[in-house]
């Protein structure tokens, strides 16, 4: 298996705490990889790792196969990265931060920039000062300037920290374009694991600096199962009438009032009319979807069900 990110061990450690406890993360050539984890569980702390803006404690980083050193110029520059909130020299332009980013990168194609401040939708914003930028325009033009040279890795942290939500969409839109048209693979991390699960393949669970699982989104899903949970007025009516009426065996009882039925071959208003059919009130009645942030909450909480 070919990873284009792999860690071994990596441990960072400030004034003899450690931030990063021996984390093992493997991310694979092409896929959109998503950090999960609270506010100050590390995921930060780790991206500076891999980006070079800070050097770990102990253990390895290997990035394109190779061991990331601080010598590493010709590896990092094929990687386009925001870490927390992207600075800028607030007196010049967009394009004129953009120009100086790529001069510093060695590249010079004014073409390239337009495109990057298209897709972001700044291409009307390119001579204005960044000073007048809201924080939502400053997190675009972060994104233009990682993206400018289509390297074969971005790593965002929190890229739509600031934005609304049509300016989220158009991100998740524009990483999903460039995943799919550019093969450019994606580490994205987020404490907003509603927004992560509509695009992630994979993801990894960070928790109090230690990296706890790492799962495709395929196998959450095969994992957990969705479920109609009932409410009714008579449980063991309602139990008989289910299998016998409608055949339903995989269901379960809970805390002697609920009803959860595993078996989703009748939709809530066919079960409903059956019951009703047969003098039986329903109190309440829900399909209950398991998220990403459901996993995620149990995850963190010992792996163990959450009801």
Do not use: W
């Amino acid at each position: 298996m070919e990873y284009i990110i792999q860690t071994n061990n990596l441990t960072k450690k400030v004034k003899g705490k450690e931030l990063v406890s021996n984390i093992n993360i493997h991310i694979k050539k092409g896929e959109i990889y998503g950090f999960l984890g609270q506010n100050g569980a590390g995921k930060t702390t780790i991206l500076k790792m891999l980006t070079g803006l800070t050097s770990p404690t102990t253990g390895e980083i290997l990035l394109f196969q190779d061991r990331l050193t601080n010598k590493s110029r010709s590896a990092l520059i094929r990687v386009g990265s925001i870490i927390e909130y992207p600075v800028f020299f607030e007196h010049l332009t967009a394009m004129e931060n953009l120009k100086l980013h790529c001069e510093y990168l060695g590249y010079y194609d004014e073409n390239d920039m337009k495109q990057a401040l298209q897709l972001v939708k700044l291409q009307d914003a390119e001579g204005e000062i960044v000073k007048n930028f809201s924080l939502g325009m400053k997190q675009r033009l972060g994104i233009a300037r990682a993206i400018i040279t289509k390297p074969e890795v971005i790593i965002l942290d929190e890229p739509t920290n600031g934005l609304d939500p049509i300016g989220i969409k158009d991100i998740r839109q524009l990483i999903r374009m460039l995943n799919k048209e550019y093969g450019i693979t994606f580490l994205l991390s987020s404490h907003i694991l509603g927004e992560l699960e509509q695009i992630v393949d994979r993801v990894g669970i960070i928790h109090h600096g230690k990296l706890l699982k790492e799962v495709t989104l395929a196998e959450i899903r095969k994992e957990r199962s969705d479920y109609i949970e009932i409410v009714p007025s008579d449980i063991r009516k309602s139990v008989y009438l289910l299998e016998n009426e409608l055949h339903i065996m995989n269901m379960k009882i809970i805390d002697d009032h609920k009803i959860r039925i595993y078996d989703l071959s009748y939709t809530q208003s066919e079960i409903a009319k059956m019951l009703m059919m047969h003098d039986v009130g329903i109190e309440e009645m829900q399909k209950h979807s398991h998220s990403l942030e459901d996993y995620f909450y149990e995850q963190i909480n010992g792996g163990g069900q959450l009801d």
